[in-house]
């Protein structure tokens, strides 16, 4: 994976030799050596990553550094490893307190922060792309303006369900005190009264391979998207790499201080809200943007985007393409003597036996009003036909029992046909060649079906 990381250190001897470390990964590196320097850079440049050093003579420091940066909503969702001396416990907690995802101490160790890197990169990627999508669905207007992700409070604290899997009692009583005081913390098998919002796993534990249980939550459907806090021992680098490798999203070494779990799960926390949040607006908005409220079917937004790929397709050599332009028969009529509920009802009646009747592969879209039209991929106009009288049988077959109607209704549907023919088809020319193929078939008397193709056009 190749990115672009900006380093903020004051001491040349030490952005060289970060430098040396990622660019032999092939990272691209920029680097600044004030606090102000670095944040001017980051608005401008957009890195992936930032490692800040803590203490810069002059100026700001990292901590500020890395607050300004989190508190702006154009650099706050890139990830800031701040760099300590080692050991130094009160800077570690501070630069987590600041907005910092993670932290390294000095003197660097070159395959930590190759893993802490790649692990962090790996999570933005993820959330460039949500942030990317949910961009381009505003731009469109299928989300309201004020429902920004980033309203998403970079500092808040989330209470949360932590799920512990942990066997040993001193450290289990450890964490329990310090994360209840924000979250609930359960073991395995006690009542959450919820799902996970962060796993805490021991990976020296003696009565269960805790690596084992990362990998299981990483791949399961479930927990997928579970945020992994791996305890790890202080002088076992491996351990540290095969969490890490494995998924988890964070490591915390034994024996655990509590002001560092506390700040670790409330990043982690507070980064599953975010990305859970992003996911949630995304689907609905995705939902919303092409599905017709009343029934249920594809929507003309829908329409509009499948409809023109799949006709350039077909023109270019690929399948031909048909499409039903299909008209309720007197649906004004049904209205005016029943009423617009009766006529809803019709609509979602006639819509269920629409569904039933196509293909999974067509795309069934109400159009607006009473009028639908079914888009059929690979298909030529021949098959087209035959399903179009199809359809038109199962709506004129057996009269509709509407709730609250004595009487079932008669209905039945007019269908033009048209498919693609030739090198000048567009969008417009084979709805335009359905539509007069459902006039005629209006005109002829209704109940009926006709088929335009583009050489009956000529
Ligand atoms: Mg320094």
Redesign the pocket.
Known sequence: MSARILVV???EANRRLLEAMLTADYYEVMMATRGEEGVQLAKREKPDLILM?V??PGGIDGYEACRRLKSMPETRHIPVVILTTLDDRDNRVRGLQSGAEEFLTKPIDDVQLMARVKSLLTLKVVTDELRAREASSRRLGLIPDDTRPDAVDQHRVFAGNVLLVDDNPTQIKRIQTALGVEHRVSLIGEDAGGPPDLAVISVHAKSFDGFRVIARMRSGEATRHLPVLAIVDPDDRKQALRALELGAHDIILRPIDEEEIIARARTLMRRKRYMDALRQRLDQSLELAVTDQLTGLYNRRFLDTQLEPLVHRAQCGGDPVSVMTIDIDHFKRCNDTFGHDVGDAVLREFAARLASNTRPSDYACRHGGEEFIVVMPRTTGDIACLAAERLRRAIAGSAFIIPGLAQPLDVTISIGVASTEGADETQESILKRADEALYEAKRGGRNRIVGRTAKDAA
């Open positions: 250190d004051d001491l050093d203490m810069m």
